[in-house]
């Protein structure tokens, strides 16, 4: 149960990031490489600052801070600079690197003894195992209700609007750069904040936790639209949320089936790509079903 329970609460935590990419990714239709940077910065600015005595919470703010610093400059370089989505994001990333080296100091920093979010004296009554459930709900309520209010605003409007549809955005008057450059900094701001959760619930910082962080993110988006199939856009935040946690429960099934930790990366690779195609192939067998009975494909009945 212990373990079952820390997966939710970790599903709750990795949350943050696939909320963050479907701003970006599904919304704006916008490949954001840069996250693989912006977590380990969001990481290495909130543990570096914790380490130098300064308040978890406001170490996690000064995290998103960061991160949507990096997402600025991805999104300037797009816009402004005109380079190609994937090289602007991809050399944000990069920067980012020697970046977080600059801020740590060193390739990891460790925050044993350090006062931390989870360290909070209100989750002291809890079992360990339900602190990041805990934490995880409340920010993820938090999170999901600003972007559904957010979203339904004239602003949150244009911002759908220049994802389904850059160029007649334009033309009713939108600054789709400017809805770019937005979509870009608040996502990359909450994936620092993931990253800076993330760190302070293992007790550390590194480098190189950024790497794969993105197949992550995008197993969230795809498997809570696998599960949950056609809903409304508040809904599908939920759907991510409900994703996050799957993924982790699937992750826990396989630990359990004697599954090595370092095949991680390899075995989230194979379940989102089995969640791409499995619409695909639903649709095939459907359209199969629809042949056999001599009916059109267009035929509803």
């Known amino acids: 149960m212990s373990m079952v329970v820390s997966s939710i609460g970790q599903g709750l935590l990795w949350a943050i990031l696939g909320v963050a990419l479907y701003l970006t990714f599904r919304i704006l239709d916008f490949a954001d490489m840069t996250v693989e940077g912006t977590f380990p910065l969001g990481a290495a600015t909130a543990v570096t600052a914790i380490t130098h005595g300064l308040n978890p919470i406001l170490a996690t703010i000064l995290a998103f801070v960061a991160g949507s610093c990096a997402g600025l400059l991805t999104g300037l370089m797009y816009?402004?600079?005109?380079?190609?989505?994937?090289?602007?994001?991809?050399?944000?990333?990069?920067?980012?690197?020697?970046?977080?080296?600059?801020?740590?100091?060193?390739?990891?920093?460790?925050?044993?003894?350090?006062?931390?979010?989870?360290?909070?004296?209100?989750?002291?009554?809890?079992?360990?195992?339900?602190?990041?459930?805990?934490?995880?709900?409340?920010?993820?309520?938090?999170?999901?209700?600003?972007?559904?209010?957010?979203?339904?605003?004239?602003l949150g409007q244009a911002?759908?609007?220049t994802g389904d549809n850059p160029k007649?955005?334009?033309?009713?008057?939108?600054?789709?750069?400017?809805?770019?450059i937005l979509g870009l900094v608040v996502s990359n701001g909450l994936i620092a904040v993931g990253g800076a959760l993330i760190?302070?619930?293992?007790?550390?910082?590194d480098i190189n936790?950024?790497?794969?962080?993105?197949?992550?993110?995008?197993?969230?988006?795809?498997?809570?639209?696998?599960?949950?199939?056609?809903?409304?856009?508040?809904?599908?935040?939920?759907?991510?949320i409900c994703g996050s946690i799957l993924y982790r429960l699937v992750l826990l099934i396989v630990l359990q089936l004697g599954f090595n930790t370092n095949d991680f990366n390899l075995i989230s690779s194979l379940i989102l790509a089995t969640c791409l195609?499995?619409?695909?192939?639903?649709n095939k067998l459907h359209l199969?079903?629809?042949?056999?009975?001599?009916l059109t494909p267009y035929d509803r009945r």
């Open 209 to 240: 936790m950024g790497i794969g962080i993105i197949v992550i993110a995008l197993a969230s988006i795809i498997i809570g639209e696998v599960a949950f199939g056609e809903l409304t856009l508040n809904q599908r935040l939920v759907a991510v």
């Open 79 to 154: 816009t402004k600079g005109k380079i190609p989505v994937l090289l602007a994001g991809i050399l944000v990333m990069n920067a980012c690197l020697s970046v977080n080296l600059r801020i740590m100091g060193s390739a990891n920093i460790s925050l044993l003894g350090k006062k931390t979010i989870f360290s909070n004296s209100f989750l002291k009554s809890l079992p360990n195992y339900f602190d990041s459930v805990c934490v995880g709900l409340i920010l993820m309520i938090v999170i999901t209700l600003l972007l559904a209010f957010f979203l339904q605003t004239d």
């Open 168 to 180: 007649m955005a334009h033309s009713l008057g939108i600054n789709t750069d400017n809805m770019t």
């Open 159 to 161: 911002f759908i609007a």
């Open 199 to 205: 760190a302070q619930n293992n007790g550390y910082a």
């Open 288 to 294: 199969s079903n629809v042949l056999k009975k001599g």
């Open 277 to 282: 195609i499995l619409p695909s192939l639903k």
